[in-house]
């Protein structure tokens, strides 16, 4: 079944429909969800407010875009939201899966640190590229920024990530 499918379906009042779209889409977005907000409650709760502003607003989508376009911007605003809202009470890092080696770990604790202390839109814009693959144009329209801001925002993510990493790495051969 097409998405296009799935989503008439929605609009005509289909659960069966609904439960698919989330099946498909709901790992995803809690894995940004939870980037922006650095704790597994609040990316829960954002992605079920998401889900929620989707059902309500779901008639209003005109396929301009992709729907994953869409509802990622729906969970970048929720994720927005919740951080004005909370003020980024304090953090919880992030669930990472298993790792094998020590270095391994420390590696990838220091480079989830480094994501962390991103602002939160040039963090949304990393984190929609290098984690979850998308396309600069998408994530231009999910961001509701140019093509341009994106490149020069995965830049400047860039160059404060490696000078993060390269004064963690300074501090601990010190």
Known sequence: ???????????????AAY???YERYHQPMLRVAL???????????????????????????????TFSTYLFRIVCRVCF?????????????AELSAMPEQSDVVMKLSLEEAIKSLPDRMRLCFV?????????????????ITTGGVKSTLFQA?????QQLDEDLWKKNV
């Open 1 to 15: 079944m097409t998405e296009t499918d799935l989503i008439e379906r929605c609009r005509n009042g289909e659960v």
């Open 35 to 65: 980037r922006m907000l650095h704790h597994q409650q609040d990316a829960e709760d954002a992605v079920q407010i998401s889900f929620v502003r989707l059902y309500k607003g779901l008639k209003a989508f005109r396929f301009q875009s």
């Open 81 to 93: 939201d919740l951080l004005r809202q909370r003020k980024q009470r304090p953090e919880c890092t």
């Open 128 to 144: 929609l590229y290098a984690i979850e693959g998308f396309k600069q144009d998408d994530i231009a329209r999910v961001m509701d």
């Open 158 to 162: 860039r160059v404060r990530l490696r």
């Open 19 to 21: 439960k698919e779209l």
